[in-house]
């Protein structure tokens, strides 16, 4: 009997979309940070759908607050939507909790959710609860943009400039409960990326399957790639590029830019977000899979399968 722990998530997720059919309203489907799907055939719009789940002692320690659980909950589903360059409409949160939780930490929960969906437009209308062993939420999100503007994480092409918003490498001093989703940014460069996936499961990884979707390979700049000071304050005996790497849950957006476009983009970034930084880490190549990150000394190094994934005891 093979179990989902000898199988892993990526070639879970494989097994179970042979059982997901589609048809000619279904742009992109699975295999993307959202699915995207057009009501008829002349419609002006196409939606965006995402879905995630929050359990207490996967994505949140015992000891979270109630309005940072929330607030994660809602901002995760935001960092999706982002990465696909939506703007955000209407959502649905399932709650699952034990009998024993005292009502005033859902409040709590609900405050941190609507806090940062109202400053989003994000609209939470719904949802379902029911009685579990441990809290529990299972997010769902629908975001819209104009027909065929979705960027996927296939886009990219030999040639074309990787960079990512923000720093990182912090999740596992707190950011990953306090982040701020890059909702405008995502919708912005929707006129720029040719590419573009949001960073959850670590900058290597995530990387990984934006080659994979596009049929590319990359080098990375080791010293261009943004380390955040709360990894480098970690004392832990990992260097703090390993944390940037793999730690995951940064929720920065991760994308790619023909190079022709390099200086207007950088130009007209600057001008649109003067307080957040956005780095130029690598160079998308010919090499189908093989990501590589060079050192100043020229030393370059392969990087293997890395980022979360669940059900993986290593």
């Given at each position: 009997m093979l179990t989902l722990q000898e199988l892993g998530e990526l070639a879970l997720?494989?097994?179970?979309?042979?059982?997901?059919?589609?048809?000619?309203?279904?742009?992109?489907?699975?295999?993307?940070?959202?699915?995207?799907?057009?009501?008829?055939?002349?419609?002006?719009l196409d939606w965006v759908l995402t879905s995630d789940p929050l359990v207490q002692g996967i994505?949140?320690?015992?000891?979270?607050?109630?309005?940072?659980?929330?607030?994660?909950?809602?901002?995760?589903?935001?960092?999706?939507?982002?990465?696909?360059?939506?703007?955000p409409a209407w959502g649905l949160?399932?709650?699952?909790?034990?009998g024993s939780t005292n009502a005033e930490v859902v409040d709590d929960i609900y405050n941190g959710m609507t806090s940062l969906a109202s400053k989003h437009g994000f609209l939470i209308v719904g949802g379902d609860v029911a009685q579990g062993s441990v809290v529990e939420l299972h997010a769902f999100g629908i975001g819209e943009l104009p027909r065929g503007s979705a960027v996927l994480r296939s886009g990219a092409t030999i040639g074309d400039v990787l960079f990512v918003t923000g720093?990182?490498?912090?999740?596992?001093?707190?950011?990953?409960?306090?982040?701020?989703?890059?909702v405008q940014q995502g919708q912005w460069l929707r006129n720029w990326a040719t590419a573009m996936i949001d960073?959850?499961?670590g900058l290597a990884g995530d990387l990984r399957h934006l080659c994979d979707m596009s049929k590319t390979g990359c080098d990375l700049n080791a010293s261009a790639i943004p380390v955040s000071l709360a990894a480098k304050k970690l004392d832990d005996g990992t260097p703090p590029l390993d944390h940037a790497l793999h730690d995951?849950?940064?929720?920065?957006?991760l994308f790619t830019i023909p190079e022709?476009?390099?200086?207007?983009?950088?130009?007209?970034?600057?001008?649109?977000f003067p307080n957040l930084t956005c780095s130029m880490i690598g160079i998308m190549t010919e090499q189908t899979?093989?990501?590589?990150c060079i050192f100043p000394d020229g030393e370059s190094v392969a990087l293997e399968h890395g980022g979360y994934q669940h059900f993986n005891t290593h």
């Open positions: 997720v494989e097994r179970i979309t042979q059982w997901l059919p589609g048809d000619s309203r279904v742009i992109t489907g699975p295999g993307d940070d959202c699915a995207v799907v057009r009501g008829h055939t002349d419609a002006q994505h949140f320690a015992d000891d979270a607050t109630a309005r940072a659980i929330g607030h994660k909950a809602v901002g995760r589903v935001l960092s999706d939507l982002a990465a696909m360059g939506a703007k949160v399932n709650l699952v909790a034990p720093a990182l490498g912090g999740s596992q001093a707190e950011n990953h409960l306090c982040f701020d989703p890059r960073v959850s499961d995951g849950e940064d929720f920065e957006l022709d476009n390099l200086n207007l983009f950088t130009e007209a970034w600057a001008k649109a899979g093989l990501i590589r």
